[in-house]
């Protein structure tokens, strides 16, 4: 070699570029094209995920019978973003089954549907009322089963979930609290599901739509342990589910949701990052089957529809740093916690 690597002390040094170039050809093409895969492969995921987050449209809800006599199930419609699904998916031309704990307010729900839908094209509406926290009141859930019998379902928005009252490190957890959640989040979307995909296969058609949300799905949510784990839950049914019936004819996703504007969320105003309910149901209906800021990501079936969450959602990964989001999420819900025992504390003195 014309240039040695050894100091006069006979210490080795790194190279310099025009060094390794010279002295070492093969070794620099293999960097050079290894460099050049890294940047095509973070170029192409950047236009990609631009692409499906603010220009290309999602699957045409007409697939799943939009305006062809289906009908859309809704769980946890009350209010919030089931409220949303069923008004929108009720304007987009399905008949809409919507089901919550609360009678009165699904009743007011179906006046609704019933009266925004434009003329000439009517569509029908249902209310099943229903405590989705008791999976073991067997003569609520055949009830629940029968009124969904016979009808032409195309699309099953599993919505229904329950949160931590407020953030707690899970030792502190309310027993009952905790149970209700993997109750709600988990063991009601499974056994929903497991009632309406059969007819799905039958007709070859489907579109099965999980809530999940940032807590699970993108990162880890100390004092929010318990929520986070069915989240994280929710990703991964969905994924191995959709794998299962994609030659079926049926589509499966786990909407990955940030803040919303909403009770569960206990936030009233709206921000560039949380949008309200209908702005985010709409960007979910527009990007159907497109991963949006979780392309690539690792996580199949994975959507993170609403704009400025597929932003978020891309830079995480991009930065690729989990503990550093864990532990921000921890010192986040820290300070909240804190927050909320000083309101009880100072409401308990008032009694």
Request: one cysteine or more; hydrophobic letters at 45%; charged letters at 20%.
């Amino acid at each position: 070699m014309s240039t040695s690597w050894l100091s006069p002390l006979g210490i080795t040094f790194f190279p310099t570029l025009k060094t390794l170039i010279t002295d070492c050809p093969y070794v620099s093409l293999f960097l050079l094209a290894l460099g050049s895969i890294s940047f095509a492969k973070f170029a192409i995921k950047t236009v990609g995920f631009l692409l499906q987050t603010f220009v290309l449209p999602g699957t045409n809800l007409k697939k799943y019978g939009a305006g062809k006599g289906a009908w859309a199930v809704v769980t946890g419609a009350s209010e919030g973003i089931g409220r949303e699904f069923a008004l929108q998916f009720a304007r987009k031309g399905f008949n809409v089954v919507v089901s919550a704990r609360n009678a009165s307010t699904l009743a007011t729900l179906i006046a609704e549907i019933e009266s925004s839908t434009p003329p000439g094209e009517k569509v029908q509406a249902k209310a099943i009322t229903m405590d989705f926290s008791r999976l073991h009141d067997e003569g609520s859930w055949k009830h629940f089963e029968a009124e969904l019998q016979g009808l032409d379902i195309g699309v099953l928005v599993n919505n229904v979930g329950k949160s931590h009252h407020y953030v707690v490190d899970f030792v502190d957890a309310p027993k009952q609290e905790v149970e209700d959640i993997i109750a709600i989040n988990v063991g009601a979307t499974v056994r929903v599901t497991k009632m309406v995909l059969p007819g799905m296969i039958k007709r070859k058609r489907g579109l099965i739509m999980n809530m999940g949300s940032f807590s699970g799905v993108s990162v880890a949510s100390p004092m929010l342990a318990t929520y986070a784990g069915t989240k994280s839950f929710i990703a991964s049914f969905s994924a191995s589910l959709a794998q299962e019936v994609k030659a079926k004819g049926i589509d499966v996703e786990c909407l990955n949701t940030y803040f919303v504007v909403s009770n569960m969320a206990k936030i009233r105003r709206a921000t560039m990052m949380v949008p309200m309910p209908k702005a985010y149901v709409r960007a979910a209906l527009a990007k159907v089957n497109l991963p949006c800021g979780a392309l690539w990501t690792g996580r199949p079936f994975v959507v993170t529809p609403y704009w400025s969450h597929s932003v978020l959602d891309y830079l995480m990964n991009l930065i690729g740093w989990k503990m550093f989001f864990v532990r921000y999420t921890h010192d986040l819900h820290r300070g909240i916690h804190k927050r909320v025992m000083r309101k009880l504390e100072r409401e308990g003195k008032k009694q």
